[in-house]
């Protein structure tokens, strides 16, 4: 069994596209059961020399903003139940936001270990946002670019201690 790494993060943070990374053209499994974890999905992850499997957790966008926090807290509490880590994605260009704020207050409560990911830190735009997530109160977060693939050895590092 190998070990497994669940991203966590709100809507529009570049989960999917880090999962996407780490997934490559292997199989991603789409697993369809309802409630929430519904569209979740499960890859094999290669990263550098660590193989692991990946969840990631799908997004509300098109569902009603009130509810977004609650279905957010049931969604992040089933992905990181069984994890052996969690990579927590911020928007580094965003900033940090309330709903950021919320889901670390989450994770800190919790039990698993938290990997804290600056994501879309390419460029200058990035740097206010990298220092933000600072205040998260779960360590240094790794500037990252999902979609560049910019931080690669810094999450490897990162992880490695948890897998
Ligand atoms: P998710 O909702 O957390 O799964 O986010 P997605 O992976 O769907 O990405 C949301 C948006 O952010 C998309 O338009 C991506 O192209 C964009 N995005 C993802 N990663 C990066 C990155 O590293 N840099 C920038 N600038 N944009 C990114
Ligand atoms: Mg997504």
């Known amino acids: 069994m190998l070990p497994t ?7 529009n943070v570049g989960k999917s596209t880090l999962f996407n990374r780490l997934v490559g ?3 991603a499994l789409v697993d369809d059961q309802p409630g929430v974890t519904r569209d979740r999905r499960e890859g094999q992850a290669h990263l550098l020399g660590l193989d692991f499997t990946i969840i990631d957790t799908a997004g509300y966008e098109d569902e009603d903003p009130q509810s977004l926090p ?9 992905a990181v ?3 052996d880590v969690a990579l927590f994605l911020v928007d580094a260009r965003a900033g940090v ?17 938290v990997v804290l990911v600056a994501n879309k830190a390419e460029g200058k735009a990035s740097e206010g946002g990298v220092m933000e ?3 998260l109160g779960l360590g240094e977060p790794i500037p990252f670019s999902a979609e560049h693939g910019q ?3 810094d999450l490897f590092q990162a992880l490695l201690p948890h897998l």
């Open 151 to 153: 931080g690669l050895a």
């Open 5 to 11: 790494v669940a991203i966590v993060g709100r809507p």
């Open 97 to 113: 936001t309330p709903l950021d704020e919320e889901i670390a207050r989450w994770l800190r409560e919790g039990d698993a270990p």
């Open 133 to 135: 997530a600072f205040g």
């Open 81 to 83: 139940e069984n994890c």
């Open 25 to 27: 053209k292997k199989l």
């Open 70 to 78: 609650g279905r957010m807290r049931l969604q992040t509490q089933a």
